[in-house]
């Protein structure tokens, strides 16, 4: 599937934490685009030789939505062209991409159970699977998803996920002393399940930093055994805010 050039003109920004903002936009034509996929927005840079630089947002939102917006999550990083463009946008104000691109698709048969492990914005291709057609239709009897985040204040999507018949599993490595979920990284919790849990029905699929995917990769098919066809990646590497795509694993 190639990708068009679109105008997208924003219809609505909140901020879902004090870092992380989710963008509605109405693009130009309509976007079709299989649950997972991202598009790539032209961030404006007079010190490129184009005059912009790219960069990267998985879509966030149903591929058939009731009032023809789209939605991206975007983390506001300091230094970070694409997110201080894009939070910088007004209602009305207009940006370009391109879209779609990506082989991250959901692809759990009934009979086997999702798992979805993500840190941060690597949740919104997750939510765009969940709300798809084809997983309430089609989709696995049981589903989980482990979401790391620093603390409380970083939590994303509440209650959006239990909505879709999702058991959800936040895993937060600096928590207050008030918090009674899961202490610790995604990684932990995974460690924390026993070997007589469902390790050979599960597709996984993980989505964040590369540190964390590489991590759950090498925990899952080590130490659990899994095979490497059940378990789908796509990475984001921070830095230089790109996001590098490796594909599916396997």
């Given at each position: 599937m190639l990708g068009r050039?679109?105008?997208?003109?924003?219809?609505?920004?909140?901020?879902?934490?004090?870092t992380v903002a989710r963008i509605k936009f109405a693009p130009s034509r309509s976007i079709h685009f299989e649950p997972g996929q991202f598009i790539s927005v032209k961030v404006p840079d007079p010190k490129s030789a184009d005059g912009?630089?790219?960069?990267?947002?998985?879509?966030?939102?149903?591929?058939?939505?009731?009032?023809?917006?789209?939605?991206?999550c975007v983390k506001l990083v300091e230094g970070g062209k694409g997110s201080t463009y894009l939070t910088s946008l007004r209602v009305g104000d207009r940006f370009k991409a391109t879209a779609p691109f990506g082989d991250f698709y959901f692809e759990t048969p009934p009979e086997r159970i999702a798992c979805f492990v993500c840190t941060g914005t690597g949740i919104a291709p997750f939510k765009s699977m969940v709300e798809s057609p084809l997983f309430s239709e089609s989709g696995p009897a049981q589903s989980l998803l482990?979401?790391?985040?620093?603390?409380?204040?970083?939590?994303?999507?509440?209650?959006?996920?239990?909505?879709?018949?999702?058991?959800?599993?936040?895993?937060?490595s600096v928590p207050s002393k008030a918090w009674r979920g899961f202490r610790g990284r995604v990684t932990d919790y995974l460690a924390s399940l026993p070997s007589?849990?469902?390790?050979?029905?599960?597709?996984?699929?993980?989505?964040?930093?590369?540190?964390?995917?590489?991590?759950?990769?090498?925990?899952l098919v080590e130490h659990r055994k899994v095979q490497p066809q059940y378990i789908r990646q796509e990475v984001y590497?921070?830095?230089?805010?790109h996001r590098v795509r490796q594909g599916n694993a396997a």
């Open positions: 050039e679109l105008t997208c003109e924003i219809r609505e920004t909140i901020w879902l934490t004090p912009f630089v790219k960069r990267a947002y998985s879509l966030a939102s149903t591929n058939r939505p009731a009032d023809a917006c789209f939605e991206i482990v979401l790391g985040v620093r603390d409380e204040n970083e939590i994303l999507y509440r209650d959006e996920f239990e909505t879709k018949g999702v058991e959800v599993i936040h895993a937060l007589s849990w469902v390790w050979k029905s599960v597709d996984f699929y993980l989505c964040g930093n590369g540190k964390m995917v590489n991590e759950v990769r090498d925990y590497f921070t830095p230089s805010e």
